[in-house]
């Protein structure tokens, strides 16, 4: 079992749409949680952080946390053609002290016009 | 505010060459310094990281080493690079303990 799993996609949605990207994990004593987006060919960025469970709102992002169920999700409202890229989630476990971050492979987004 | 600078934006080298990337971060201090790898349609791999100078962990054997001879100073090294180690090489600080992790622009590395 992977440690932070992600479906690859693609996910398509239509412009103005909610995209609705999903992520767990398996180390049960994870305390933080991360979005990062990556164009083609450019670093991540980091859009969104989240440390407790429910929602955390930032614009359009919103992200939520059920940690019983050791689920992560990212919503994007009134999704854009800007909006396409890949969308890793990333989640710091226990192991190395809190320094280090577990990627998932990534959901590549395509927003549609 | 905090900025990072990471160079050569890409490089191509022949195998058995030596490597030299390097990493810098600007606005704060005593970062946690990281250096990933991401392969042609892959995840990030972690590499090493670094809590303080002089002080590094490494997460993948391979024939790769990293130095942080400065607090916000971070170097990638290679005695002689192998045709696997092309990809897209990213540094990464954070300000500590579960914060997140902020990427520099990256390298990409072609070994020919």
């Known amino acids: 079992q992977k440690e932070v799993e992600q479906n690859s996609g693609p996910l398509s949605v239509p412009e103005g749409a909610i995209a609705s990207l999903n992520c767990t994990y398996s180390d049960r004593g994870s305390q933080s949680f991360f979005w990062y987006r990556q164009y083609s060919g450019k670093s991540p960025e980091l859009i969104m952080s989240i440390y407790s469970n429910g929602d955390k709102e930032d614009g359009r992002f919103t992200a939520q946390l059920n940690k019983a169920s050791q689920y992560v999700s990212l919503l994007i409202r009134d999704s854009q053609p800007s909006d396409s890229a890949t969308y890793l989630c990333?989640?710091?476990?226990?192991?190395?002290?809190?320094?280090?971050?577990?990627f998932g492979t990534g959901t590549q987004l395509k927003v549609e016009l | 505010s905090q900025t990072i600078h990471q160079w050569p934006a890409t490089l191509v080298q022949p195998v058995g060459s030596p490597l030299s990337l390097e990493c810098t971060v600007e606005?704060?201090?005593?970062?946690?310094l990281y250096w990933y790898r991401q392969a042609a349609g892959r995840g990030l791999q972690l590499l090493f990281y670094s809590v303080g100078i002089g002080q590094i962990s490494s997460e993948v054997p391979q024939n790769l080493s990293a130095s942080r001879p400065q607090d916000r100073q971070f170097i990638l090294s290679s005695k002689k690079l192998l045709l696997s180690d092309s990809g897209f090489y990213l540094c990464?600080?954070?300000?500590?303990?579960?914060?997140?992790?902020?990427f520099g622009d990256g390298t990409r590395l072609s070994i020919l």
């Open positions: 606005g704060t201090s005593n970062p946690n």
């Open positions: 990464a600080w954070s300000e500590g303990n579960n914060q997140p992790q902020h």
């Open positions: 990333a989640v710091m476990g226990l192991t190395g002290g809190g320094n280090k971050l577990t």
